[in-house]
């Protein structure tokens, strides 16, 4: 797991600790007498959604997916790196009432990984192809099994 | 594939199918409906949750030669707790009545403490190599 992915998935995870104990706040509201955190629902879903789901699906794609092609690697850290703080961010903004400014950030991280990240959505490695030069590699691999 | 990924991946695509029956009884007049939180909850809980956390512990980069996916019996706890909190809450949901306050609060409990569990028997194998 290259570094980047390892602190992407660790902030989602952390995400996910701390939305979770909001949303035990919230499912635990009436017997705590504080109907008021129904008010935090919005928040959770965020936290959930963006700040867990989405981050981490980011930090497990860029460690997963095929490389780019002609050894461009996980190609230029900087693109992601903005993806990771940006999204980041603008779930920090948002839980703080910035709704607006925080989804604008959101929507620059979303749209930044999705550009960087579609040149290594391609044919690659074994099963590329279909044709029998994938299976000779299989037999290849099971070989060395 | 480890036990605990298989149940886990079973126990999602159980939830899944729950899921999407319960969403069809929410559009069926005069059929008992839950709330739609509830509704979200199987869906994000019982099917997402209970898969990312399944694949995670069965792809995650080894935690040690000795113990490559660590101490297994946290993910054991983990499953079992997230899947009885949810259990927990689509029947305090459907009480709805005075004594669904006290299902909701151990249902929350509960979960809470699966997500944490699975956080920290995740968090080791979160390294780079």
Redesign the interface.
Known sequence: MPTLSAWTVRAALVWLALAALVGALILSRDALGLPALARLIPIHAEMMLVGWMMQFAFGVAHWILPRRAAGGGRGALAPVLFVVGALNFGVILVILGATREGRVLETLAAVAFVLQAIPRVRAAGWGATGQAGDLVRLKRRQELV | MPTVTRWSIKTALGWAAITVFVGLLLTWPGAPALPY?TYLHLF?VGW?TNL?FGVAHWM??RASVAAPRGDERLAWAGWGALNAGLIL?VVGEVLRGSSS??W??F???L??VA??IW?AH??PR????
């Open positions: 939180p994000t997402l990312i995650f980069p809450r306050g006290a909701l609060v249902a929350a409990a979960q809470l997500v944490w956080v995740l968090w979160v390294k780079v190599r």
